[in-house]
């Protein structure tokens, strides 16, 4: 059974740093490309980054860009959210999806951002 | 960024209706390896999002045929036939062909 599970996430004061990982089990993790989605407290979601199966290559919104790094440890079967300079907007719980069509989702982390 | 159009924003409907989901994108979403990469999600409440169809038609494994997917280019509809309770929640189209990927608005389901 696919399992993706997140941890990492609270409540951390703006400007600061937080970093999000992602368990998978179930599949084998170094065979695909991941993913994080956020969807900020009843909003929609919103594509973060992605990450190719080998991680040579990366993708990011704009609006998280030169902030975020999406990062993995295929040897961990774990994926990684490195978020710095954290701002209010970024408030959200955090998603691991797999792949490019979304083939299964963790329970999701919340991120508060807040003095 | 390829903007996704989903309507309408919430649908009320009584137990056996049939309902469908447009979703019309700003680009045509055929890659450039032919594929279509168009997707359905269903967020029933207080749950992560789940993939119901992926590439246009494609149902994922366990998910009823009363749920179909079809469209083209720039144009997509989800069909549910015959609702059932289970089925209400959040719908949500998606697009995985051009970066940033983006996301449908959603469509709520609810029970009339």
Known sequence: EVQLVESGGGLVQPGRSMKLSCAASGFTFSNYGMAWVRQAPTKGLEWVATISYDGSSTYYRDSVKGRFTISRDNAKSTLYLQMNSLRSEDTATYYCTRDARFAYWGQGTLVTVSS | ?112
């Not at chain 2, 967020?43 to 992560?48: E, T, V």
């Open chain 2, 1 to 112: 960024d390829v903007v996704m159009t989903q309507t309408p924003p919430s649908l009320s409907v009584a137990i056996g209706q049939s309902v469908s989901i447009s979703c019309k994108s700003s680009q045509s979403l055929v890659y450039s390896d032919g594929k279509t990469y168009l997707h359905w999600l269903l967020q029933s409440s207080g749950r992560s999002p789940k993939r119901l169809i992926y590439q246009v038609s494609n149902l994922d494994s366990g998910v009823p045929d009363r749920f179909s997917g079809t469209g083209s280019q720039k144009d997509f509809t989800l069909k549910i036939s015959r609702v059932e309770a289970k089925d209400l929640g959040v719908y949500y189209c998606a697009q995985t062909t051009h970066f940033p990927w983006t996301f449908g608005g959603g469509t709520k389901l609810e029970l009339k």
